[in-house]
């Protein structure tokens, strides 16, 4: 397969390439394609469930819940930009892909996720740490506001990083040791010196990902010096609502395959479980729209 090179008579380039994928045993794909199967369903029935949980139900109609719920449209989307190809690979062994478009959406997704993580932790922050001042500070024209950024800061950041690698000339082989397009083990692949693409690349991704991480340290350490003041019943409501922040990291900057499984397949299923099984406003407003279908 390595070399069945698709190239682009006029530029010289690759324009398909060839994954790895997980294993070469027919077995462990078989295996494989059943677990990653189910998980796959059971991120979509449960983040759509949370979104439509927080649609129809009006007194979850607050900021932290509006978050959620774009948390869980991103989770969808993230999942879907690699799963279902990574399926198609184990089931029909068809693992030839156009990069451009993978490669865009998942440096989207991953970026918007971080960046939602982080108003999230600053939601919280403000709702801890000044709460006379929540309403003013958090209104829904700011949120609508703080989420049109992250998407238009995700569109930029995912603009750069596939220009700078689609620039490159890929004349030589076109195999990609993983199941997943993604940066680094695409510009091995180039036939040109990727040194200065390199640094700009790392460069653009670790500005977002310090100043996010710096970001979320610092929301979450004020929080928790705060909460000392606080009874045990509002500490342990305000720890259950900054749970799942820390439980969906960035995707995009893994590079060893079980971890990019981890984080493409487990972390948007982990979503939804933490939040139905930790967050009871959201379980009694599950349990009451059930009642609602079954009364209708």
């Known amino acids: 397969r390595g070399n069945n090179i698709n190239t682009d008579k006029d530029f010289g380039i690759v324009t398909q390439f060839v994954f790895l994928g997980l294993t070469d045993n027919w077995v462990l794909e078989i295996l494989f394609f059943m677990a990653f199967s189910a998980m796959y369903v059971l991120t979509l029935r449960g983040n759509i469930l949370i979104m439509v949980t927080i649609v129809f139900t009006p007194c979850l109609s607050t900021p932290m819940y509006f978050f959620l719920s774009n948390l869980s449209f991103i989770d969808i989307c ?3 930009v690699t799963v279902p190809k990574m399926l198609e690979g184990l089931l029909f062994d068809r693992k030839t892909i156009s990069c451009i478009a993978q490669l865009f959406f998942l440096h989207l997704f991953a970026c918007a996720e971080i960046l939602l993580l982080t108003i999230m932790a600053y939601d919280r922050y403000v709702a801890i740490c000044a709460p006379l001042h929540y309403p003013n500070v958090m209104n829904m024209r700011v949120c609508v506001q703080l989420v049109f950024v992250l998407w238009l800061a995700g569109t930029v950041h995912s603009l750069v990083q596939t220009f700078l690698t689609i620039r490159l000339s890929y004349c030589g082989p076109n195999v990609i040791d993983s199941y997943f ?3 680094p083990p695409v510009i091995k692949l180039a036939c040109t010196d990727t040194c200065l693409t390199g640094i700009l690349i790392v460069s653009n991704r670790g500005t977002i990902s310090l100043s996010c991480f710096l970001a979320l340290v610092a ?3 004020i929080i928790l010096f705060s909460l000392r003041k606080q009874s045990a019943e509002g500490r342990r409501k305000a720890l259950s609502t900054c ?3 820390f439980m969906v ?3 995009s900057f893994s590079t ?4 990019s499984v981890f984080y493409t397949v487990v972390t948007p299923l982990l979503n939804p479980f933490i939040d139905t099984l930790r967050n009871e406003e959201i379980k009694s407003a599950m349990k009451h729209l059930r009642q609602r279908r079954v009364f209708s």
């Open 181 to 183: 397009c993604n940066v």
């Open 78 to 80: 993230h999942s879907s």
């Open 219 to 221: 929301s979450y350490t």
């Open 256 to 259: 060893d395959k079980l971890v």
């Open 243 to 245: 749970l799942a922040h």
């Open 249 to 251: 990291p960035d995707t």
